[in-house]
């Protein structure tokens, strides 16, 4: 069976696109635990972001939070999905966006459809569990990711005048916005020692340095398929990469290598190139695509930056690692 869950929660944080709805009335066993501009989060939502996001940080080494910084980056992102959840809700209203009941009564069907797919409602509930997921948030999940999707199309058709993308203002945007680069990538999978791929990472750049083609040892090395026997690398523009990644590209000139750069999927050793303009003209209409959805969002990082987080009592007797953010910028 395919992992549908995990599939659909994952595409959804990569783009953080899921918007918060409150609940009518306040259950007991699914309780407000956050208020943002007076949209409520329930406890599954929260939870939802909160475990997985956790779980794609520490990739089950607990140790991982033993640095305080480390802490903060996961409140800092999960409050920010939250956030831009809203942000979303807002924008999508604004635009007059709203699922017909067309939409909402296949998405029911298709929720139905996968119940019944498990032997038991046990073993579905279970396979819910295992994703932090409620069966609310389930629905949540489908129905506010196609809300986002017509958010998108709206926004960035040309038509609605909103987002600008004809050839004179991409092609003008992009020496300024966009970057090229490859890697080699040292992945911590399942049951490796991380100080050992580490080790690993350090010895290919210090044959690098000694001398050693980048470009050889990066096919043979790096576990990121898409660039292994590939001279293009990456072509793309802010909020396309992991923060760490994109960081340790515009901190160097085209043709300089990186350090060992650390991120949620191991070590990197990182080449920026120059862009070329060749490949531009004839992958216009991707960069076009990216063009957009960086500036799509901007519009929502902007909104959402503006809101504010409250936490209530039901927050506060979470099980969960202390917050570092409570009482800096966010009302208590």
Request: glycine share 4%.
């Amino acid at each position: 069976m395919v992992n549908f869950l995990k599939a659909i929660g994952a595409a959804l944080l990569a783009l953080f696109v899921v918007v918060s709805t409150a609940a009518c009335g306040e259950d007991p066993e699914n309780p407000t635990v956050l208020i943002i501009e007076g949209d409520k989060i329930a406890l599954d939502e929260f939870n939802y972001f909160y475990y997985n996001t956790k779980e794609d940080f520490d990739q089950g080494n607990e140790s991982y939070w033993s640095d305080p910084d480390n802490v903060k980056k996961l409140y800092d992102d999960v409050f920010f999905i939250l956030k831009r959840n809203r942000a979303i809700k807002d924008l999508a209203k604004e635009y007059g966006i709203k699922l017909s009941s067309q939409t909402k009564s296949e998405i029911s069907e298709y929720i139905k459809q996968v119940k019944n797919s498990y032997t038991s409602k046990e073993e579905y509930y279970s396979k819910l569990e295992s994703e932090h997921m409620s069966e609310r948030m389930f629905g949540e999940l489908l129905r506010l990711r196609e809300l986002w999707q017509q958010l998108y199309e709206h926004v960035t058709n040309e038509a609605s005048g909103i987002i600008l993308a004809d050839d004179k203002t991409l092609l003008e945007d992009i020496p300024k916005n966009f970057y090229r680069a490859t890697h080699i990538l040292i992945m911590n999978d399942e049951g490796e020692d991380p100080a050992e791929n580490k080790a690993l990472a350090e010895q290919l750049l210090a044959r690098i340095k000694a001398g050693e083609d980048f470009d050889t040892l990066k096919d043979e090395y790096t576990e990121d398929q898409r660039v292994k026997g590939n001279s293009d690398g990456y072509y793309f523009t802010h909020g396309q990469m992991i923060q760490s990644f994109e960081n340790a590209v515009k901190q160097l000139e085209p043709g300089e290598i990186s350090d060992v750069v650390e991120s949620v999927y191991g070590y990197h050793i990182i080449r920026r190139l120059p862009l070329e303009d060749e490949y531009i003209d004839k992958h216009l209409e991707e960069l076009r695509d990216l063009y957009m959805t960086r500036v799509f969002n901007e519009m929502l990082e902007e909104r959402a930056n503006s809101y504010e987080i409250t936490f209530t009592e039901a927050y506060h007797q979470l099980d969960i690692l202390p917050n570092p953010n409570e009482n800096a910028n966010q009302n208590t």
